[in-house]
């Protein structure tokens, strides 16, 4: 419990942290409320129908992968923060040596930056679905619905969404491990979620697609992804869960081995 409040500690201290959750929050509920505001313009112009394919508390929802932005950076600075340099008054060493002085062990060391960004990627997650949720509705106006309702439609979506930040947030965190370097990572996850997705490209156009993690789990909380033949939600999320487990456990072995 030490281990987890020091690491906690460290990772509230970044201004990373800070600037990641910022942008994927507001992000995610300004693309939803954009979405929102569209969906009432349709619904009130008679272009789609009251009972048309989106139900209300599907608008803007399926928006919150792109939230996990503030996950990938989460995951990405909790370890790369650790190999920066000092500065000169510090003597410029980099900040894992001091870390492993106070945590020798390196397993549970690892373990306990891996639950810090698991716990703050779900709190994270959860405010921002709700706020999501809670935007959306209220721009639907008269076509929406009231906010305690759409939560309990949306039902078993919402902890799938959260477990989706989580698990892509460790991922990320396993990969920075193995690189240790943040900037391929960063670069490389955030294009791949909010840019050109090379994921969900393949998922269009291979059978081998679906199983790729973020594509899986999504298949947790989307109601509607835009590719053939995908993964049920249970099913998605373990295949993302197995990404996750297998990334984690070669970041382990990375970190055990070589030195710091």
């Known amino acids: 419990m030490n281990a987890l409040r020091a690491e906690l500690r460290k990772l509230l201290s970044l201004p990373a942290t800070y600037l990641g959750t910022v942008i994927g929050f507001v992000a995610t509920v300004f693309l939803a409320a954009i979405d929102a505001h569209h969906h009432r313009a349709a619904l009130d112009s008679g272009r789609i129908p009251p009972a048309g394919d989106v139900p209300a508390m599907a608008v803007g929802f399926d928006l919150v992968a792109i939230g ?142 679906r199983f790729l993690p973020d594509v899986a789990g999504t298949q947790m909380f989307v109601f509607d992804y835009a590719a053939p033949d995908m993964l049920d939600p249970i099913p998605g999320g373990l295949v993302m869960l197995g990404w996750t487990a297998v990334l984690l456990a070669i970041a382990a072995i990375v970190f055990v081995r070589r030195d710091a």
């Open 68 to 209: 996990s932005i503030a996950a990938i950076t989460i995951g990405v600075v909790v370890i790369s923060s650790e190999y920066l340099g000092g500065d000169d008054e510090s003597g410029g060493g980099r900040q894992i040596l001091t870390t492993l002085v106070g945590a020798p062990r390196r397993v549970p060391l690892l373990a306990a930056k891996a639950l810090a960004v698991a716990l703050v990627t779900g709190l994270l997650a959860f405010g921002t679905i709700l706020a999501v949720v809670a935007a959306s509705q209220a721009l639907l106006g008269g076509h929406g619905l009231a906010f305690l309702e759409a939560v309990g439609r949306l039902g078993w979506r919402v902890p799938g969404a959260v477990a989706f930040w989580m698990l892509t947030g460790l991922m990320v965190f396993a990969v920075t491990v193995i690189t240790r370097s943040g900037v391929v990572p960063l670069i490389v996850f955030i294009i791949n979620t909010a840019g050109v997705s090379l994921t969900y490209i393949a998922a269009r156009n291979t059978s081998w697609g």
